[in-house]
């Protein structure tokens, strides 16, 4: 039997599932609007969860030259944020028989998506070996997972409605202005798990570089569908309006 420690890390690809189909839908949502609309009102920088950092630490039993057993960890990472803009304006003037108003009224919003995905899956592989001289193997191996998930996600709005009213003779002298602002500031957190099993399956190369050291590429595939994500959310939401004649 030899015992060894297999260590490694790169970038990977995630499928992001019901996550990215959220975005997805997000931004087909808001570009049907502007579509409507036809005002580009909204301006949205919002892409899917396509790559994660992953790092792994495996000890690896070899049983002679064509099996061995595995029992592994890695840590699974990505943060994907996203904006979205919105700004509309509005100008008219309203007619009186001695007087007249002008006004205007604009609306603008900022968002700011953060979604954080961290998942740790706990691993048995069972290999397959086959040798190329003394050197070098081929391996594939398969197995069962264990995943544990953590999805936190932060959103911060802020909008803004501003209202200007300016009133004029018809003669085109001043008589006065109002103004209204109004300001709300949302700040949204929420953090939640998700537990599941999984199956993987991986191959690639060893190369045996001197005694005791060995270099290898793989290829690895993991299925795993972590739903019922259950956790905690707070949301603090601040308003205010300043308004009054200028």
């Not at 953090?191 to 060995?214: A, D, I, P, Q, Y």
């Amino acid at each position: 039997i030899q015992l060894g420690i297999a260590l490694s890390g790169g970038i990977g690809k995630i499928g992001g599932s019901d996550l990215n189909k959220m975005i997805r839908d997000y931004n087909t949502f808001y570009a049907d609007i502007n579509a409507i609309k036809a005002d580009n009102a909204y301006q949205v920088d919002w892409k899917e969860m396509k790559e994660l950092l992953d790092l792994r630490a495996e000890i690896v039993a070899r049983f002679g030259r064509y099996f061995g057993v595995g029992l592994g960890a890695e840590y699974l990472t990505s943060t994907r944020t996203g904006t979205v803009a919105y700004a509309y304006a509005f100008s008219a003037r309203q007619n009186d028989q001695t007087t007249y108003m002008d006004y205007t009224i604009t609306d603008q919003s900022s968002q700011s998506h953060e979604h954080t995905l961290t998942v740790i899956p706990i691993s048995l592989s069972l290999y397959g070996f086959l040798p190329l001289g003394s050197r070098a193997d081929i391996f594939v191996g398969a197995g069962p997972d264990y995943y544990l998930g953590t999805l936190d996600y932060h959103l911060s709005e802020l909008e803004t409605y501003d209202l200007i009213q300016k009133y004029y003779m018809n003669s085109g002298s001043d008589i006065d202005t109002f103004s209204s602002e109004n300001k709300y500031d949302t700040r949204y957190h929420e953090k939640s798990t998700s537990r599941n099993v999984g199956v993987h399956l991986s191959g690639g190369l060893h190369v045996r570089l001197f005694s005791g050291f060995e270099l290898f590429a793989e290829a690895l595939y993991r299925w795993a569908n972590l739903k019922d994500w259950q956790g905690d959310a707070d949301m603090v939401q601040t308003y205010t309006s300043t308004s009054g004649y200028l």
